[in-house]
């Protein structure tokens, strides 16, 4: 049989499958969301804090229900639920137990909070590891007291603050491609490692001294939860001998508090195995729908513009637009809470947002709440708020525009393809990666990037009374810690989310509200069909031909957009 009646075959299968689950799904849909499964609490029950894997600040889509599960593990739903937990009877006591989960600074520091709320009742928190990594264990510290697997074959393993950077200039050099990379602003490095093989010094050093505040809250936070000087923590952490520490070692760092297995750490703290009950199966109940409110709008992910269905990990002006407009239509809402977790995006999308929520803010008190990341458009949307409020592990700045325009004519020349463009018109055809771009087009994108460069800086100076003479010192694509940024006035305090509502509340004249989340959840399968899941698939499967590799190449050249600006933070931090 050939290639291509395989394919085929393997296509129409996987097309046949796709329909049939989402055709199960919404049959089952009218069950599974209809009357969730209901997960028993009893008396002396203990609530398990299991996070896994990378946990969001919000999550738009509901649970399916089919399994007890009442919700997707978030940031915000799993701090909801320990503090309802605070005042539950039949709860003892907390439990946490993460695996290998994947937390931001400001997702740490919010359910820390939660944490240490639940404290306040006298319930004790217990905390246990197998094979702990750094967020595990940054959130096991919350906990009164830390048991650890005493075998060898266990192990926790701490880091600390770290940016990798992956240059593929080379590559792109026996590829025959090259990247032309035009910014305006110093340090903006987004571009770096598609044109050079090394940082810059600038961006070298903006990003060290980025990286020290932030491995020095790391240090602090351990200590003050552990009872530990700074100098103990650092030595952990800078002077140890062994990557992965065994429970023995971790118990004479003072790091844990019991070296034994899970089994002895239940019989010890009197926890009934069977009324261990899952954060993701505890259900919280719905707040009065009437009174007045304060809307929490959460924007997390990239900024761009909306495919026109639904996507949780974008932040588009339809997306925010539909939000604004549920917000302004709600009378009992009084105002404002824009929890932004975003490196930024699209410059444009950028703009449009922003002047989508200067609308907003011209009828009702408007705040931001930086989450882990509020950089490049993630802080040019924030300035269209009334106050700016930073969580102590956000990494923020960034102002700065970059564009990248790859040109391909080595990599046609290897390929066989070759570009002839026959033209009338001074810039017609100027866009085209298969030929040289020339010396005028590259200098009046170098204009254009500095035009896009100065109206993100009078947005800033505009939002945050910055004069023209200090906005190049702060500005030129600089990342910068919290702390810092509060110094530099890019923002007016450092604090939580809830500080933050508690500001808002504040603004709006208000002591007694509820708080709104949006976007409002939808469900599994209204989500897929909101981004018309099943019609994507085929058009993807039929529209691909997977055996021919040179159209395949083609295409991914065609779906470069080179004349989009971009506020984008140029790293990803650990």
């Not at 048991?147 to 792109?172: C, D, N, Q, R, V």
């Amino acid at each position: 049989m050939s290639t291509k009646k395989i394919v085929l075959i393997v296509a129409i299968v996987f097309i046949l499958l796709v329909g049939l689950f989402y055709w199960t799904g919404r049959q089952m849909s009218k069950f599974a969301f209809s009357a969730p499964a209901s997960t028993v609490v009893s008396a002396d029950s203990w609530l398990n804090l299991n996070p896994s894997a990378m946990i969001p600040e919000y999550t738009e889509v509901l649970p399916l229900n089919l399994f007890g599960s009442r919700d997707t593990n978030s940031m915000q739903s799993m701090s909801a639920k320990i503090r309802k937990a605070k005042d539950d009877s039949r709860i003892s006591g907390l439990l946490i137990q993460p695996m290998g989960a994947m937390l931001s600074l400001a997702t740490l520091h919010e359910l820390g909070l939660a944490i240490q709320d639940f404290k306040s009742s006298g319930k004790p928190v217990i905390a246990f590891g197998d094979m702990m990594g750094h967020s595990d264990y940054l959130l096991a510290s919350y906990a009164d007291e830390i048991y650890m697997e005493p075998s060898m074959s266990a192990g926790l393993m701490l880091s600390g603050a770290s940016a990798s950077i992956t240059f593929y200039k080379e590559m792109f050099d026996k590829l025959g491609v090259k990247m032309h990379v035009i910014q305006a602003g110093e340090f903006k490095g987004a571009g770096e490692p598609y044109s050079q093989t090394s940082l810059t010094e600038g961006t070298r050093r903006n990003i060290e001294e980025m990286l020290s505040d932030r491995f020095n809250l790391i240090l602090a936070g351990v200590a003050e939860r552990r009872k530990l000087t700074m100098d103990d923590v650092k030595s952990v952490y800078n002077d140890r001998e062994n990557f992965i520490l065994h429970a023995a070692e971790a118990l004479e760092m003072r790091l844990i508090d019991h070296a034994a297995p899970r089994s002895q750490m239940l019989a010890e703290r009197l926890i009934d195995p069977e009324k261990i009950v899952n954060i993701n199966s505890y259900a919280v109940g719905k707040q009065n729908a009437r009174g007045e409110k304060i809307a929490v709008m959460y924007l997390g992910g990239n900024i761009m513009p909306s495919s026109g269905g639904f996507n949780q990990a974008q932040i588009s002006y339809e997306k925010v637009r539909k939000m604004v407009k549920q917000i302004q239509e709600d009378k009992e809402v009084k105002a404002v809470v824009l929890r932004i977790d975003s490196p930024g995006g699209s410059a444009l999308e950028s703009e449009l947002i922003y002047q989508e929520l200067l609308k907003l803010k011209s009828s009702k008190p408007l705040v931001v709440s930086m989450g882990g990341v509020a950089a490049s458009g993630g802080y040019y949307i924030s300035c269209a708020s009334d106050k700016i409020i930073a969580d102590s592990g956000c990494l923020t700045g960034s102002i700065g525009v970059i564009m990248m325009l790859p040109e391909a004519t080595g990599l046609g020349r290897k390929l066989g393809l070759r570009s002839q463009t026959i033209k009338y018109g001074k810039f017609a055809g100027a866009i085209n990666p298969l030929e040289p771009y020339s010396e005028e087009l590259l200098a009046s994108l170098k204009r254009n990037s500095e035009g896009t460069y100065n109206e993100f800086k009078s947005r800033v100076m505009t939002a945050r009374k910055i004069s023209p003479d200090k906005i190049n010192s702060i500005a030129e694509g600089r990342i910068y810690s919290a702390e810092d940024a509060l110094v530099l006035g890019l923002v007016d305090e450092i604090g939580s989310l809830d500080f933050a509502i508690a500001k808002a509340a504040e603004a709006a004249g208000i002591a007694r509200y509820k708080v709104e989340n949006f976007p409002h959840k939808l469900s599994f399968f209204e989500a897929m069909k909101d981004a018309n899941f099943f019609n994507m698939q085929i058009a993807s499967l039929m529209g691909t031909k997977w055996w021919d590799i040179d159209k395949q190449i083609a295409q991914k050249l065609e779906m470069f957009e080179p004349y989009k600006w971009q506020y984008l933070m140029p790293i990803v931090v650990d």
